[in-house]
């Protein structure tokens, strides 16, 4: 009980139980009283605050490249999409299609992050793909499937973003040229748009090629998509992912598990990819609720998920607990007091 009240708390809504929040989970009779404290801790604020954090590091989200004020904004915009549980394939849309300024349109930022063609490539095949691109930029990789052609087709899609700057301070406005190619350097090739398991297409001038990407992308049809977010959301709360590092799906690099990932993926489409429909369905499972304590024949275990795998504390949350515990605040330059650090 303990154990599970401290973990849950964490990992759902980042920060410790209060002494009451543990007494009152301990002392409750009920035999869903588990069930009914993941339902209770996926509304509260705090979720769509902490979640919105992890997106932040995840998008690269920092007043050095963003901007002060379009980082402000830009947290303000996850936060949202986490308190009115955007569906996940209307988030990834969102910030895949950004237009606009970076100001009137925080999604627009994610253009800003992603500074270029590569950049931006990279960053959404990482992201949304689980796999890392950087290297089939200047040669095919030996033993995986990604190609020096796929980087340079997948370049095109992003290419014809453009970043100009705005009226105001640091503002920047994404726009989309309607010319400008791509070509793959050591052939000299001039390369279309390519899209995994499609190949090669042609794209009208009018048409942002970027949106032709994005509905092959989040289509529910699109297992790697889903098996992607899926496996995230798992290594979130479980400390690792079924496949581990999580933003390396490769053949060379299997799920430990491809049943469950398959399993997982299949619901969270199935679902319309509702992101806390597939947290609440992993965290009350009998492998989130194990306890960490191993017994003899599970104790070598580290990837199978037999027992729970503690895992460490964001750098927010450990201040937070800090915090909690010794009952002396924390002050953050340009923000009210008493606003924790995963907020």
């Not at 139980?17 to 409750?28: A, C, R, S």
């Amino acid at each position: 009980g303990n154990e599970f009240v401290g973990r849950v708390h964490l990992d759902v809504i980042g920060r410790l139980p209060t002494i009451i929040e543990v007494e009152t989970f301990l002392n409750d009779k009920h035999d869903d009283k588990r069930a009914q404290l993941i339902n209770i801790l996926l509304e509260r604020p705090e979720y769509a605050t902490f979640w919105a954090q992890k997106w932040g590091d995840l998008l690269r989200l920092h007043p050095g490249t963003v901007s002060v004020s379009g980082t402000h904004k830009f947290n303000r915009w996850l936060v949202g999409t986490f308190q009115n549980n955007m569906r996940y394939d209307q988030f990834a849309y969102k910030l895949l299609t950004a237009s606009g300024s970076t100001f009137s349109h925080p999604q627009a930022n994610y253009y800003r992050t992603a500074a270029n063609m590569s950049d931006a490539l990279e960053t959404t095949a990482q992201i949304f793909l689980g796999s890392r691109l950087a290297c089939a930029k200047c040669h095919n990789h030996p033993f995986e499937r990604w190609t020096q052609d796929n980087y340079y087709g997948l370049g095109a899609v992003f290419n014809r973003v453009q970043r100009k700057p705005g009226t105001r301070p640091d503002e920047i406005f994404i726009l989309m040229g309607r010319s400008g190619e791509v070509t793959q350097p050591r052939t000299g090739q001039t390369m279309k748009p390519w899209i995994p398991g499609r190949g090669y297409i042609d794209v009208p001038a009018d048409i942002d090629r970027r949106r032709v990407f994005a509905d092959w992308l989040t289509n529910t049809d699109n297992a790697w998509f889903a098996k992607v977010e899926a496996n995230r959301l798992w290594a979130s709360v479980m400390g690792q992912g079924i496949v581990e590092p999580i933003d390396d799906f490769r053949d060379s690099n299997p799920p430990v598990n491809p049943a469950l990932l398959d399993a997982l993926a299949t619901d969270f489409a199935k679902h319309g990819f509702d992101r806390k429909i597939l947290l609440r369905v992993i965290l009350n499972s009998r492998t989130y609720q194990a306890s960490a304590r191993p017994t003899k024949h599970n104790v070598e275990d580290k990837i199978l998920f037999s027992h729970y795998q503690p895992h460490l504390l964001t750098a927010e949350q450990l201040l937070d607990a800090v915090v909690q515990v010794t009952g002396v605040s924390e002050t953050f330059p340009n923000l009210p007091t008493g606003t924790s650090a995963t907020a």
